[in-house]
């Protein structure tokens, strides 16, 4: 067997084990886990497009919800030279495989003090940093709305002006809800949904599709003003990826 078909063989062991890893973590939460399999590459790759777009200049570099770490395998070989990536995850399990992963990681060998895993809330977390790009990977619309007003107050506060937040949202999760869960379920969904919207109509730059994904993905970019008295972003680009 040649070294690269071994390494291949690593690598796809390792994603089975990762893919087994978040279903039982979804079986154990469904609400906090969000999904039952980890992003695809092509998600990976538009949530972290922002951390290339930024150029070479040495970035803060914030992912929230990481899981087994399906978009920070993609993230770090992206970082330019001397950035910092924190990555905050709430499940205690799906901290330690990151933990894990920053150390092996090949493009961060002797400097994996570049990247930090915090096990904690989002919300509760202050590095005292401010980033130029935040990925979130939370799942959302498993919240209250006030939660998610929380967070996406907290991530435009955590954000540079003129920085950038990618996240995802799976499509058609609103029709599944209304026909497998309560009425109050629906209409928390709904709420989450207008929460984001008001997001989206003052700062969304760009929104894509995956369709690649399971299930498939909506990926939107948001950026900060430069000037809080600034008129709300332009949305400017949508696209389809697949
Ligand atoms: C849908 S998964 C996404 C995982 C990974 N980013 C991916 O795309 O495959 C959501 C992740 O967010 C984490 N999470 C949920 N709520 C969180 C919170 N308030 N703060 C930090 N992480 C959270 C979950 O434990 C889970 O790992």
Not at 39 to 47: E, I, Q
């Amino acid at each position: 067997m040649d070294d690269w078909t071994t390494s291949h063989d690593r690598v796809l062991a390792q994603r089975n084990a990762e893919g087994w890893m978040f279903l039982i973590e979804a079986a154990r939460d469904l609400r906090t886990t969000g999904a039952i399999a980890p992003s695809s590459r092509t998600l990976a790759r538009l949530l972290t497009d922002p951390v290339q777009e930024h150029g070479a200049r040495p970035l803060n570099v914030l992912e929230a919800g990481a899981g087994t770490g399906s978009v920070t395998r993609t993230l770090i070989p992206r970082l330019s030279p001397s950035s910092r990536l924190d990555i905050v995850e709430a499940n205690a399990r799906f901290a330690s495989q990151l933990r894990r992963l920053v150390r092996t990681h090949p493009r961060l060998a002797g400097e994996s003090q570049r990247v930090r895993v915090h096990h904690a809330l989002v919300e509760q977390l202050d590095t005292g940093r401010p980033y130029d790009v935040i990925i979130s990977g939370l799942p959302f619309t498993n919240f209250t709305p006030a939660q998610v007003e929380t967070i996406m107050n907290r991530y435009m506060e955590l954000l540079h002006p003129g920085g950038t937040l990618a996240y995802f949202a799976y499509r058609g999760t609103r029709y599944a809800r209304a026909l497998t869960s309560s009425r109050a379920e629906a209409r928390r969904h709904r709420a989450v949904e207008e929460v984001l919207a008001g997001y989206q109509r003052r700062y969304a730059t760009g929104r894509w599709t995956v369709w690649t994904n399971l299930p498939p993905a909506d990926v939107w970019q948001l950026r900060r003003p430069n000037d809080a008295s600034a008129p709300a972003a332009p949305y400017i680009l949508t696209g389809a990826a697949r």
